[in-house]
Nanobody
Framework: QVQLVESGGGLVQAGGSLRLSCAASRNINSISDIAWYRQAPGKQRELVAGIGVRGNKHYADSVKGRFTVSRDNTKLYLQMNNLEPDDKGAYYC?????????WGQGTQVTVTS
């Protein structure tokens, strides 16, 4: 089994930056479909950014050029720059270990205009 724990959320003004971290209980390289999702109030959870099995990175169109996803052996990161009010929501770390899909508990991001 694997556990994912997010941190780094907070309150920031529009134009500001935050860096989210997702700590994994196992080596990140053993977890597939590693990605960040977010969910705003009243909206569906959406994919924000992820890293494929070959290390290729992918982003939602709304965050391209502003967010950067990266990882080391034990953590997944999301550097968020030039934050906009629409970026607010709960950010979740996601991964798949063997056949089990795992979610973290989420970290809240609030962006004020």
């Amino acid at each position: 089994q694997v556990q994912l724990v997010e941190s780094g959320g907070g309150l920031v003004q529009a134009g500001g930056s935050l860096r989210l971290s997702c700590a994994a209980s196992r080596n990140i390289n053993s977890i597939s479909d590693i990605a960040w999702y977010r969910q705003a109030p009243g909206k569906q959870r959406e994919l924000v950014a992820g890293i494929g099995v070959r290390g290729n990175k992918h982003y939602a169109d709304s965050v391209k050029g502003r967010f950067t996803v990266s990882r080391d052996n034990t953590k997944l990161y999301l550097q968020m720059n030039n934050l906009e009010p629409d970026d607010k929501g709960a950010y979740y770390c996601h991964g798949k270990y063997s056949t089990v899909t795992v979610w973290g508990q989420g970290t809240q991001v609030t962006v004020t205009s």
